[in-house]
T-cell receptor
Framework: EAQVTQNPRYLITVTGKKLTVTCSQNMNHEYMSWYRQDPGLGLRQIYYSMNVEVTDKGDVPEGYKVSRKEKRNFPLILESPSPNQTSLYFC???????????FGPGTRLLVL | QKEVEQNSGPLSVPEGAIASLNCTYSDRVSQSFFWYRQYSGKSPELIMSIYSNGDKEDGRFTAQLNKASQYVSLLIRDSQPSDSATYLCAVNIYPNTGNQFYFGTGTSLTVIP
């Protein structure tokens, strides 16, 4: 089954404790992206990657890091989480060029 | 100014009616346009994509794009209670060598049986 998976699905952490949210896709997609969704602000793009070793900032990259060492994986790293990073995070992937963007199930993060 | 703006609603229509959702965008180099449906607590799923001016129909859904007016809309005919969800408008732009997506804040639709 074609899918985007994220782990963990729910995470409660404390300010400053480094965390990683993993994202994996099995569709051989070139493009992968991370979004955060907040009430009243909608989905905002954090980082995206157009292929292995190629990453670029989206609209709200501050406080986040990403890497793309393999085509299927695109982890999101919060090196020093803060409460304003409490949000619902989605990973997505699509084929290069056009095409449908498929979303993962989401990761709900609470930073205390 | 936000890249993509939608009326947040809520929009309520009776079952069987036409629901009309609207979206405006600010970037004139926007290339591709999408409508996603998102049920509460779930991830967005693609309803329609549209790339050129005019109408595109898929079953009960019709997307309309007017690049001159920077306007994209979604019509849902014969609305069903299962259509009750938040609808997200998204635009895809290609700044220089990049490829970014901008989403609106969504319009909440309720279809009343």
């Amino acid at each position: 089954e074609a899918q985007v998976t994220q782990n963990p699905r729910y995470l409660i952490t404390v300010t400053g404790k480094k965390l990683t949210v993993t994202c994996s896709q099995n569709m051989n997609h070139e493009y992968m992206s991370w979004y955060r969704q907040d009430p009243g602000l909608g989905l905002r793009q954090i980082y995206y990657s157009m292929n292995v070793e190629v990453t670029d900032k989206g609209d709200v990259p501050e406080g986040y890091k990403v890497s793309r060492k393999e085509k299927r994986n695109f982890p999101l790293i919060l090196e020093s989480p803060s409460p304003n990073q409490t949000s619902l995070y989605f990973c997505a992937s699509k084929a290069g060029g056009g095409g449908t963007q498929y979303f993962g199930p989401g990761t709900r993060l609470l930073v205390l | 100014q936000k890249e993509v703006e939608q009326n947040s609603g809520p929009l309520s229509v009776p079952e069987g009616a036409i629901a009309s959702l609207n979206c405006t965008y600010s970037d004139r180099v926007s290339q591709s346009f999408f409508w996603y449906r998102q049920y509460s607590g779930k991830s967005p799923e693609l309803i329609m994509s549209i790339y050129s001016n005019g109408d595109k129909e898929d079953g009960r859904f019709t997307a309309q794009l007017n690049k001159a007016s920077q306007y994209v809309s979604l019509l849902i005919r014969d609305s069903q209670p299962s259509d009750s969800a938040t609808y997200l408008c998204a635009v895809n732009i290609y700044p220089n060598t990049g490829n970014q997506f901008y989403f609106g804040t969504g319009t909440s639709l309720t279809v009343i049986p």
